[in-house]
């Protein structure tokens, strides 16, 4: 399984941005796929998940009201719209996919990792 992120770039504050995933491989076997993210010095940050089977997405308190994250199953693609961007959302952006945790919130249950894609949000 190989997944590819991108979409990142440099917007201001309250610009918005959409990152796409695109997954290949054995996808059939994914329960979920999500969003994280790491800044400089902090460690890899839960963003948003949504399960691949039904609709049950979930969010960080930090972005719920701001971003919205979809998926397209027969693209083996998943989405995060990010509206109203702020500064402190500046980060590298990974997707990830996990085989049984569906919207799930947990780094460590996530098997596969993209690349990751600069988001970088000036004041």
């Known amino acids: 399984v190989q997944l590819q992120a991108y979409g990142g770039g440099l917007v201001q504050t309250g610009d918005s941005l959409r990152l796409s995933c695109i997954a290949s491989g054995r996808t059939a076997g994914f329960a979920g796929m999500g969003w994280f993210r790491q800044a400089p010095g902090k460690d890899r940050e839960f963003v948003a998940a949504?399960?691949?089977?039904?609709?049950?997405?979930y969010y960080a308190d930090s972005v719920r009201s701001r971003f919205t994250i979809s998926k397209d199953i027969a693209k083996n693609s998943m989405y995060l719209q990010m509206n109203n961007l702020k500064p402190e959302d500046t980060a590298v952006y990974y997707c990830?996919?996990?085989?049984?945790?569906?919207?799930?919130?947990?780094?460590?249950?996530?098997?596969?990792w993209g690349q990751g894609t600069q988001v970088t949000v000036s004041s």
């Open positions: 990830a996919a996990n085989l049984g945790a569906g919207a799930s919130g947990y780094r460590t249950g996530y098997a596969y």
């Open positions: 949504v399960a691949w089977s039904g609709s049950s997405t």
